[in-house]
């Protein structure tokens, strides 16, 4: 039996050349059949595809809910972090208006006449009790304009108090 083998070719595999189409060979089912029948092809027929969820309905359903619950959840979370900061902003304006309130009570306390009047005793001061002008000499006059002649105008001409005043109120109101 060995040497049967030995004797038989080897199988020769054709290839195809590039870019050929090969032909179906078309060969009867059964051998039983005389070869004499021609061969006949069964009836076909369409079949309809099968489709496959991925997932149930009530699996669709569950994951809708709790991703509106889970909305539901952080839309809330939003709502208390910008109640928190509201609340935050209206605590912090209302001592800002308590202090703002407190300052004036202080500079009306401060402006007050009868205030002024102890602190100018404590320094010393005492009410005038006549209008009595004292008169320059015009030489006094003339050495002064001319010592300040060469000076700033800032420096040789001060504002007067109530200007400072009123720029000082002014930038101060709200």
């Known amino acids: 039996m060995a040497t049967a083998l030995a ?24 051998k039983s059949k005389s070869t004499s029948q021609p061969y006949e092809r069964p009836d076909l027929r369409l079949v309809e595809t099968v489709h496959v969820k991925r997932f149930s309905l009530v699996t669709s359903a569950l994951v809708i809910i709790a991703s509106v619950l889970a909305s539901i959840v952080v839309f809330q979370t939003v709502i208390a972090e910008q109640q928190l900061r509201l609340d935050k902003v ?34 010393g001061m005492s009410q005038g009790v006549s209008a009595e002008f004292e008169v320059v000499p015009a030489d006094v006059v003339a050495s002064v304009i001319a010592a300040t002649g060469d000076m700033d105008k800032q420096i040789s001409q001060p504002p007067m108090l109530e200007d400072l005043v009123s720029t000082n109120v002014k930038s101060a109101t709200p």
């Open 90 to 123: 209206t605590t912090d304006v209302r001592l800002a208006r308590i202090h703002y309130d407190e300052l004036r009570q202080q500079r009306a306390e401060l402006r007050a006449p009868d205030y002024l009047r102890e602190k100018a005793m404590m320094l």
């Open 7 to 30: 004797s038989r070719p080897a199988p020769v595999r054709l290839r195809r050349p590039a870019g050929s189409v090969m032909q179906p060979v078309r060969q009867p089912r059964s």
